[in-house]
């Protein structure tokens, strides 16, 4: 039976975009926040309307009412709320050819989930005003959630001519890295970057670019060009000088960001960086703290499971496996979980059972894992499911 695959650990680099929300996961046992959300780091949304331009009535009292519901609105969603349909509404009536208010109403539409009312109204104000970037940057939002990547790029490609700024220069370079077009991605931001150096979005994401192309160490290099302090910049260098096997470099970086409030992926990071050192037991204890920061995925489990397991403490890591299973399922805590049965426990029913699971939830390594799962039906069936 193939002994070569037994742990995750440094197989695995998953993508996942802002899609546009996301993040990206580094090499399991160890994950950080991928390619920083345009939403984050900035908005290309306009401001508040000022009287004279882009009248929403001829009637200067209906203006000063439309001005203020639009100022209203714009607060609230500012402040992250998410806006009542009848204030979209009424800004609909009461500004019907201000191509802001259209926004804006569309903006509302699409925080309580009306997806093509909000598509309607983004629509409108790009009809109304064809220099509306905003308009255009969220029915690429609107397309790219839905898969259309190819519409979502003929707006996002609208927006970024209307006004090339970091925000919808990272918005059409994450979506082609979505497609697999890194080359071109990398050639966007790179461009943006030239032109905004103290940008940390574009500088993080062309970093993280090319680390996907297979050039961690001019990712590195990306950032090594100035002084780095922003904590993004930090955890990202810190994750591909892990990416690289300097773990003394990428503790020295997480340790200037990393205190009582870090968030699950910086104690997963320096648990990494203490595991590829050595020290266990400081692994350990990041690795807890991963968990205890109420960490959503399964990565805080999976890598403080392996760090019992070298400890020789299978009990321990085999309790960490199915509470993870519980909170946070995904399949390679039940592949772990089986190489623990299999390997270190000796039970290979156990262990069966594991990868069959593994198998159900479709693992990305199932072709390995049904033979081994082939091989131990054997070894089962011959010692009358012991």
């Not at 580094?26 to 950080?32: G, H, N």
């Not at 402040?79 to 804006?104: D, M, V």
């Not at 909000?118 to 790009?126: E, G, K, L, N, Y």
């Not at 993080?204 to 670019?209: G, R, T, Y």
Request: proline content about 5%; aromatic content about 6%; glycine content about 10%.
């Amino acid at each position: 039976m193939p002994r070569g695959l037994r742990s995750l650990q440094g197989t695995l680099f998953l993508l996942c975009l802002f899609a546009l929300t996301g993040c990206a996961t580094a090499p399991s046992p160890s994950t950080v926040r991928g390619p920083l959300p345009p939403s984050e780091s900035g908005s290309d949304r306009p401001q508040v309307l000022v009287p004279g331009s882009d009248a929403p009535s001829k009637d200067q009292g209906s203006q000063e009412v439309a001005y203020r519901l639009m100022a209203e609105v714009k607060g609230g969603l500012e402040k992250g709320q998410r806006g009542e349909i009848q204030q979209a509404e009424h800004l609909i009536e009461t500004a019907p050819e201000s191509s802001y208010g259209r926004f804006l109403a569309g903006s509302i539409y699409l925080r309580n989930g009306e997806i093509d009312s909000a598509r309607d109204q983004f629509i409108r104000s790009a009809e109304l005003d064809p220099s509306m970037g905003a308009a255009f940057s969220a029915l690429g939002d609107i397309s790219a959630k839905s898969g259309d990547l190819d519409e979502a790029e003929q707006f996002y490609l609208k927006a970024h001519t209307i006004g090339k700024t970091p925000v919808t220069a990272n918005r059409l370079a994450l979506l082609r890295i979505q497609g697999g077009h890194l080359d071109s991605a990398r050639e966007v931001l790179s461009r943006t970057l030239e032109e905004y150096p103290d940008d940390v979005m574009t500088r993080n994401n062309l970093a993280l670019a090319l680390d996907m192309m297979g050039k961690t160490s001019e990712g590195i290099r990306i950032l090594d060009t100035r002084e780095v302090k922003d904590p993004h910049l930090l955890r990202t260098r810190a994750l591909l000088q892990l990416k690289e096997g300097r773990p003394d470099r990428a503790a020295a970086d997480l340790q200037s960001v990393l205190d009582e409030t870090s968030s699950p992926e910086e104690w997963l990071l320096m648990g990494t960086a203490d595991l590829q050192r050595g020290n266990l037991a400081q692994a350990e204890d990041k690795f807890r703290s991963a968990v205890a920061a109420g960490t959503s995925t399964h990565e805080g489990y999976l890598n403080l499971g392996l760090t019992l397991r070298r400890q020789g403490r299978f009990a321990e890591a085999e309790k960490v496996y199915m509470e993870g299973i519980a909170r946070a399922p995904h399949p390679d805590l039940h592949l772990n979980l089986g190489v623990l049965y299999e390997l270190y426990r000796g039970n290979q029913a156990q262990a069966l059972e594991q990868y069959r699971k593994y198998l159900l939830l479709g693992g990305p390594a199932s072709d390995r894992v049904k033979e081994w799962v082939e091989y131990l039906e054997g070894v089962v069936e011959n010692r009358g499911g012991k």
